[in-house]
């Protein structure tokens, strides 16, 4: 089965860091970007973090200089290193990317999401 499998999220005190991972299941990234969205409370879904198959990387502003998107296309796994969290990173997060699998491309795929909650 071709999905997208999220783990790493959690309760953190402001302050703390969290990593998030993706994995492409039954498939591997196609040579298209990768994202990192979140959803808070009452708010539309954002890009967070995104990185082009090149390795290009660009950052919502306020996460600029907190987190970091990287990716093991070996593990076919996505990151979102996330340091120095603060209340207001609270959000679900997703990833997003295309896949293949024998040589079908899917495209925009999404991971179920994965719950982070930061405390003050």
């Known amino acids: 089965q071709v999905q997208l499998v999220e783990s790493g999220g959690g309760l953190v005190q402001a302050g703390g860091s969290l990593r998030l991972s993706c994995t492409a299941s039954?498939?591997?990234?196609?040579?298209?970007?990768t994202g990192w969205y979140r959803q808070g409370p009452g708010k539309r879904r954002e890009l967070v973090a995104g990185?082009?198959?090149?390795?290009?990387?660009n950052y919502e502003d306020s996460v600029k200089g907190r987190f970091t998107i990287s990716r093991d296309n070996a593990k076919s796994t996505v990151y979102l290193q996330m340091n120095n969290l603060k209340p207001e990173d609270t959000a679900v997060y997703y990833c997003?990317?295309?896949?293949?699998?024998?040589?079908?491309?899917?495209?925009?795929?999404w991971g179920q999401g994965t719950q982070v909650t930061v405390s003050s």
């Open positions: 039954g498939s591997t990234f196609s040579n298209n970007a």
């Open positions: 990185m082009t198959i090149d390795g290009r990387v």
């Open positions: 997003n990317a295309d896949l293949t699998s024998k040589g079908t491309l899917y495209r925009d795929y």
